[in-house]
């Protein structure tokens, strides 16, 4: 009997160790350009507090990763230890490979990970691959060459900006992007810059002239789709998009010499031209080098000026624009934003994210690259053995400045990676804010900070060193601000029209309730993003949206 008893009591002890040792698995794909919003809710949904939890993503940039495993416990709802594996897409792909069960590559629960996260990580992946449970599309179901069969449970979480962005070497009058003009350049490949400029100086035939280029994304990208939707191309036309064959030089110094027709994906039956990149990265990383003389090797023209123009989500608009998270063309040295039908819905200084050298015991700092340009003396800056609290003093030459306190380690290979923050002093209830600097500030554009509430944007410049916000702080104190290039109203109010509804998509089939098993997960990230998060990739769609569109690209109508 007590034999029994024992063997009875280990037999519960065995299942329940298990059960607590159990874990919940979610596999998400789809959208890059909302996946700055999802990495960080996933993360701010999650705990790592036990040994061998935390997240890893590859490369260099968390918000900009194409692979990443979160592994930790959620405890609102309970579902306890879990493990949530990430592969962004695009919103086309992620939406196909839910609707039909594709098996694609997820990393290995082997891959490392720390609680305040490890980036570079190795691309190993679990064998064998599988298929996702959730995606993030910039899309409507609809829209896709996968609209019906299943039908996916849709949940609309946010709105997502798009911008149309020239490279940086474009002629100076090539400022805005017509419907007309996007269809005759995507679709044949290039125009003269004349068309855009209205001066016969840039004309291609002229020895100054330049041939502006079309480049972007390939057919299963969510931002692709919508472009095409928006500007009237049709969203499953087919393209002429262009990509280099052949560089020079690194840094500020990086140049194309020579450019082709984007190669096939014969895997997927996709043909030269009609082509692109699968992330939003990479083409962002085009528009930042040289092109002051490029040879087509389609045409055999060159070598001669050329410029691109392409369409990108928030993110990677902005590291286009900024440098943000890449070395190409030197920090802020890069693409400009593009006016559409004559609106901007972007502009001004946003936060930097550079690549810098760091000395133990020395306030001197150097970049990887040459772009101390747009760095602000009185700016915070964080980084691995940068010390909480330290601030741009001053700004040497093109690629070192002096930091207010002296570095607490020598960065390795490849330098560190140091985020810049606007510093701030706020007062409760009150909308005046004293700053370092309002250098590059523009009134309309998003900020979020210290004291700041969500939704806030730069109401009014004061002078050199205060601006006001559009809703009251909620505190007294010294703080930091993250200035964005979004400027929302236009969105908002209906000017500005290229953009498109983010959505959760999953099946009905998806395992538990909504606080339970992987539904319950799904529902808590999605959950997240729509209240929280949204602010690291879009606007919500919330009252203060005063316009709604029923289908992509479709006509804008007031909800009043």
Known sequence: MKLFKILTLSAVALVSATTLNAQTYLRITGSTAFRGATMNAIKNSMTFSNAGEGYGYTGSSFTGASFAIFKGTMSSPAIGSVIVKVNWSGSVAGTRDVVQGNAISFLDDTTTVSPGGTGGVSSTFESPAVAPDMSMSDTYQASTKFPSTPALVDNIVGVVPFAFVVSKTAPAGLTNLTPQLARGLFKVGFLSAALFTNNNADASDQVAGTVVYACGRDPFSGTRLTALAETGIGVNTSLAQYDKTATSGSGNSSAITNINVFPADTVNGVAAGNNGYSSGGSLSDLLRYGTASVTDDNSGLGPMKISFVTYLGENDASRAVNGNGTSVGGGPNGARYLTYNGTSAFGGRANLVLAVNTTISSTTVTTVAADTVNLVVGDTITGTGIPAGTTISSITDSSTFVISAAATATSGAGGISATCFLTTSTTISSTAVTCNSTTGMVVGQSIKGTNIPVDTTVAGITDGTHFTLSNNATATSAGTATLTNLIPLPIRNGAYTFWGYE????????????????????????????????????????????VKRTTDGGTVLPKY
């Open 503 to 546: 959505h959760t998509f999953w099946k009905t089939t998806l395992p538990g309730t909504s606080t339970t098993d992987k539904l319950g997960m799904a529902t808590k990230f999605k959950d997240q993003v729509k209240t929280t998060d949204y602010f690291n990739s879009g606007l919500a769609d919330d009252t203060a949206m005063r």
